[in-house]
């Protein structure tokens, strides 16, 4: 028998995922997003989409055009009654995730969760099902989003419906509250901070003016959102991962390239981490690396940079330089009596 090659366990994998998805979702997927998310051609998911539906008895993936666009989905009819068992693994993971956003996503909405994974238990295989007493969050300097709940669920719907909303957002910097229109895309955490990606829209009878980056939204400092009777289309180019996920920092104004020295206990934690897609880590010895990656945000970069204190030297590029020796400046004058 021929020995498994990467490639075949690497299509096994998109022919699960993409049954999954479409199993337990109630939605249609284009194709454009399907290939987008499992990371291949349009053909192969036509492919893939062919292969389950030859092969799943009682299971038939639509496949249908919708305004000029090719859309899969699994009836719910198809898949009712059809139980899919949850292992004993597969309900702790669950645990282990409703437990680590429980700071995040506030109590009630905590609450609820905890009673879905009740229902998920008469799903698992087992009944000896993991306890949640194995998982914890370490909350200190965390933001207490209880407060947020309902502005949070009526993004989700403002999201599923497409519509604009008008918020009233207060930035970190302004004095006073600023009223806008905005397109709400998506909802993503980093570092316990839950931001809202979003683009701006016109404000009725007022004229649009582009702006030069999309807003980025804390919502903690979203102080009232209105859902309106205006809808928008999603671009079909908009793509998370390849907005956030390339590069350092939460920011994206224009992107540089940095190079860095680690030493001691900042060499061996900035090793295990993925800081840019393109990031190149050197070994100089035991206790020194160089780390070159991609940036945006000016701001987050430097004070990540101080956050290491000694251990960490830019060595590249030279305004970077300048500008930390600046910053060192300013912070031994504070200390100085």
Avoid at 101 to 113: C, D, N, P, R, Y
Avoid at 246 to 269: C, N, P, R, W
Wanted: with cysteine; proline share 4%; net charge neutral.
């Amino acid at each position: 028998m021929p020995a498994t090659t990467n490639t075949d366990r690497d299509h096994g994998k998109k022919v699960i995922s993409l049954f999954f998805k479409l199993f337990f979702s109630p939605y249609e997927y284009s194709l454009t997003a399907l290939a987008r998310e499992l990371d291949c051609s349009k053909q192969t998911i036509g492919r893939i989409v062919d292969k389950i539906n030859s092969s799943m008895e009682g299971i038939k993936i639509e496949d249908f055009t919708k305004d000029r666009k090719r859309f899969f989905k699994i009836p719910k009819e198809d898949s009712a009654g059809k139980s899919i068992n949850l292992s004993q693994s597969e309900y702790g993971l669950l645990q282990m995730c409703c437990a680590f956003t429980k700071h995040l996503i506030g109590e009630k909405a905590f609450s609820q969760t905890v009673t879905a994974l009740g229902k998920a238990q008469s799903l698992t295989k087992e009944r000896a099902t993991v306890s949640p007493e194995h998982f914890g969050t370490f909350i200190p300097g965390t933001i207490n989003y209880s407060g947020h709940q309902k502005i949070l669920k009526e993004l989700i719907v403002a999201m599923e419906q497409h519509k604009i909303c008008k918020i009233t957002y207060k930035s970190i910097w302004d004095q006073k509250s600023k009223v806008f229109y905005i397109k709400p895309f998506k909802l993503f955490s980093k570092e316990d901070t839950i931001y809202l990606h979003a683009r701006m829209a016109k404000a009725p009878g007022k004229v649009y003016k582009e702006p030069e980056y999309d807003p980025l939204l804390a919502i903690h400092r979203i102080e009232n959102l209105e859902i309106t009777d205006m809808s928008f289309k999603a671009p079909d180019n908009f793509d998370f991962e390849k907005v956030y996920n390339q590069t350092f920092g939460v920011m994206k104004e224009d992107a540089f390239q940095l190079k860095i020295e680690f030493s001691g206990y900042a060499a061996k934690h900035v090793r295990e981490r993925i800081w840019s897609h393109d990031q190149i880590i050197e070994d100089k010895n035991d206790y020194k690396i160089e780390l070159t990656f991609t940036a945006s945000s000016v701001p987050e970069t430097i004070a990540w940079l101080l956050s290491f204190g000694s251990e960490a030297k830019v060595l590249e590029p030279d305004w970077l330089v300048d500008e930390m020796i600046d910053q060192i400046k300013n912070m031994n004058h504070k200390y100085q009596i």
